[in-house]
């Protein structure tokens, strides 16, 4: 157990349709990053949180939004699913930006059909 | 924008050969980053490299930063089939941004 905590693991869902995936950062990390990791690919960017604030953005779709709450924990909404948007979304937190190196959770795999 | 490139894209080895990853930058870095993801699995971080041809060992894995903090290698002697998986680097640039290079994926034949 990393300490970051991601829900669902998995979610099987329809083209068309709108999902939100969970993560809740290591206790005392306030940064939250996003990642999408499709198959055999590296892991691209999507945005950046940290205490509450976006940091900095990625390659994110329009299609898709993130927020970090008070109490840290962050949501990605993805909305309007196609097919290419099946992959490994991975959360990572920090405590610091710039020194420290990002705790991974165990990731979504969302498969869009 | 800022790239940073990682070769080769995978690498198989008997059990026993040696391996190295490399990652170059297309522009200086502030420090890299070296993470392992076992197959299944989510990145784990290794190391950090912070200094000018800093270079840090990890039992069998040798990490170095380059003089011109632009490239960096992961070596690992005698590779074992528990060093299986995918090797990323993660280069930090001055404005603070981390961009992750496209990864190595290792087998070992035992």
């Known amino acids: 157990d990393s300490g970051v905590t991601q829900t669902p693991k998995h979610l099987i869902t329809a083209t068309g349709q709108r999902v939100t995936l969970r993560c809740s950062p290591r206790s005392g990390d306030l940064s939250v990053y996003w990642y999408q990791q499709s198959l055999d690919q590296g892991l691209q960017f999507l945005i950046q949180y940290y205490n509450g604030e976006e940091r900095a953005k990625g390659n994110i779709l329009e299609r898709f939004s993130a927020q970090q709450f008070p109490d840290l924990h962050s949501e990605l909404n993805l909305s309007s699913l196609e097919l290419g948007d099946s992959a490994l979304y991975f959360c990572a937190s920090s405590p610091q930006e710039l020194l420290a190196g990002y705790t991974f959770g165990s990731g979504t795999r969302l498969t869009v059909v | 924008g800022q790239q940073v490139m990682q070769i080769p894209q995978y690498q198989h080895v008997q059990e026993g050969e040696d391996f190295t990853t490399y990652c170059n930058s297309s522009?200086?870095?502030?420090?890299i980053q070296w993470y392992k993801q076992r197959p299944g699995g989510h990145p784990v971080f290794l190391i950090q490299?912070?200094?000018?041809?800093e270079v840090k060992k990890q039992k069998r894995l040798t990490f170095q930063f380059g003089e011109a903090k632009k490239n960096s290698s992961l070596h690992i002697t005698a590779t074992q089939t528990t060093d299986v998986g995918t090797y990323f680097c993660a280069g930090r640039s001055n404005t603070g941004k981390l961009i992750f290079g496209q990864g190595t994926t290792l087998q070992v034949k035992p």
């Open positions: 522009t200086t870095l502030s420090n």
């Open positions: 490299l912070v200094k000018s041809g």
